[in-house]
């Protein structure tokens, strides 16, 4: 079994790579790392440097998850009004969303989003296609996932189930799924970051999710006979 990187060497490796992506500001990221799980803090000026600063920590060896606090602090602010009109033209040109059933609203450079859509991936889509208009500083995801087609409980755990099963890079024998009211409750231990993102997307993709609590993970393997 694979030991275990030191904090420290795990904390170099990501001030290293932060500091050598030239998509990244990191003279205001500061770094913590805590039992292999980065935390990064300080301010940047977009969502997209914000995601690409944990997308690069994510590939680092020994990082067993990432805390992005790092808060968005746009360097030139606009009008609510001209972010709420961008805000529903990315809307309206997502294929996966439906803006009519949306509500948007913006304060001081937060996007406050409502309404209805009819699977966990279109609320995701909303969510992000707010974060993608310049001067976004914050986006509070309201909106309910509303499923077209009824199903049990049970049938949207055999399916996810069934589904994490056929993925081969993912070991589903460690994985313990339970579904209450169509949210999907994900527990137990895989050994990567991929492992814990696949699990979560193929819950995400079920017809019949409302929502998907992800509480994976990342760890060495569970020794034979160890609950799933």
Do not use: C, Y
């Not at 030239?22 to 440097?49: C, F, M, Y």
């Not at 997308?55 to 020994?62: A, C, F, L, M, W």
């Not at 304060?107 to 992000?128: F, K, Q, W």
């Amino acid at each position: 079994m694979a030991t275990l990187r030191s904090d420290a060497e795990v904390r170099q490796d990501v001030f290293e790579a932060l500091t050598s992506d030239i998509r990244i500001d990191a003279t205001r990221i500061s770094i913590d790392v805590v039992d292999n799980v980065v935390i990064l803090r300080g301010t940047v000026p977009s969502h997209v440097e914000k995601r690409t600063a944990e997308d690069v920590v994510r590939r680092i060896k020994g990082v067993r998850d990432v805390a992005n606090e790092l808060r968005v602090v746009p360097a030139q602010p606009r009008p609510d009004e001209q972010i709420e009109a961008d805000v529903h033209a990315a809307l309206a040109a997502d294929a996966w969303v439906d803006e009519r059933r949306v509500d948007v609203r913006v304060s001081d450079g937060i996007v406050s989003l409502a309404g209805t859509v009819d699977a966990v991936p279109a609320r995701s889509h909303a969510e992000a296609d707010a974060w993608g208009v310049a001067g976004v500083v914050d986006v509070l995801d309201q909106i309910v996932v509303e499923p077209p087609t009824t199903r049990t409980d049970a049938e949207i755990a055999r399916e996810v189930r069934a589904d994490i099963e056929k993925n081969l890079r993912v070991n589903a024998a460690n994985v313990a799924i339970e579904v209450r009211g169509g949210t999907v409750r994900l527990r137990g231990t895989v050994t990567s970051l991929e492992q814990k993102w696949l699990a979560d997307e193929i819950a995400w993709w079920t017809a019949g999710v409302r929502d998907v609590v992800d509480e994976l993970k990342v760890g060495p393997p569970a020794a034979e006979g160890g609950e799933p």
